[in-house]
Nanobody, 125 residues
């Protein structure tokens, strides 16, 4: 089955750019009708949908994050990457990548077929 693994820095300074990569195994990020997502969970809060990249490379972003976020992919490595600019301490969260067989903005785990284990990102000077 599909497995996802997030990787990236655990500690980032305010105003810097965060770059997180999700490596996919057991499936292809270009497979028809598969969608790939970034979701985060700040401490003590619920899941926040950040954005998505589709099997064809189209992207969708949360309106509140659109100006700060980009999602790209490397099909040769079967990876997709989140970049989040101008970090503030409020961006401290566990960041997850996930996949689904449909476009969704769900903020519950049941809305997705597969999840990565999550990676803690702390924004602090």
């Amino acid at each position: 089955h599909v497995q996802l693994q997030e990787s990236g820095p655990g500690l980032v300074k305010p105003s810097q750019t965060l770059s997180l990569t999700c490596t996919v195994s057991g499936g292809s990020i270009t497979a028809n009708y598969d969608y790939w997502f970034w979701i985060r969970q700040p401490p003590g809060k619920g899941l926040e949908w950040m954005g998505a990249i589709t099997y064809s490379g189209s992207t969708y972003y949360s309106p509140s994050l659109k100006s700060l976020t980009s999602i790209t992919r490397d099909t040769s490595k079967n990876q997709f990457t989140l970049k989040l600019n101008s970090l503030t301490p409020e961006e401290t969260a566990v960041y997850y990548c996930a996949s689904a067989r449909r476009v969704t903005v769900a903020t519950g785990r049941d809305g997705y077929e597969y999840w990565g284990q999550g990676t803690q990102v702390t924004v602090s000077s």
